[in-house]
């Protein structure tokens, strides 16, 4: 059984950086195909970035250039490092293992 327990998540003002942890625990072997993703009120959860199985990384083309997905197999955690955060990136932000979800962890970007 997987565990995804995500950190870090908080208010900051627009412009503002936050970085997510998301800690995986169980029969994970390998941070590949982990990604994370947001819903905002009244909206569908979207996704943000993931990690496909050749280690390769793919990212919404609303947060190219501001968000950068990064990983530590030893320690089966990925983070999500955002800069130039904008309000319209406020949501719940969710990590996932293919069938898996973790239990998110707000962002809230805001004056």
């Known amino acids: 059984q997987v565990h995804l327990v995500e950190s870090g998540g908080g208010l900051v003002q627009p412009g503002g950086s936050l970085r997510l942890s998301c800690a995986a625990s169980g029969s994970v072997f390998s941070i590949n195909r982990m990604g994370w993703y947001r819903q905002a009120p009244g909206k569908q959860r979207e996704l943000v970035a993931r990690?496909?199985?050749?280690?390769?990384?793919n990212y919404a083309d609303s947060v190219k250039g501001r968000f950068a997905m990064s990983g530590d197999n030893a320690k089966m955690t990925v983070y999500l490092q955002m800069n130039s955060l904008k309000p319209e990136d406020t949501a719940v932000y969710f990590c996932y293992y293919p069938g898996i979800w973790g239990q998110g962890t707000q962002v809230t970007v805001s004056a």
């Open positions: 990690i496909f199985s050749d280690g390769g990384i």
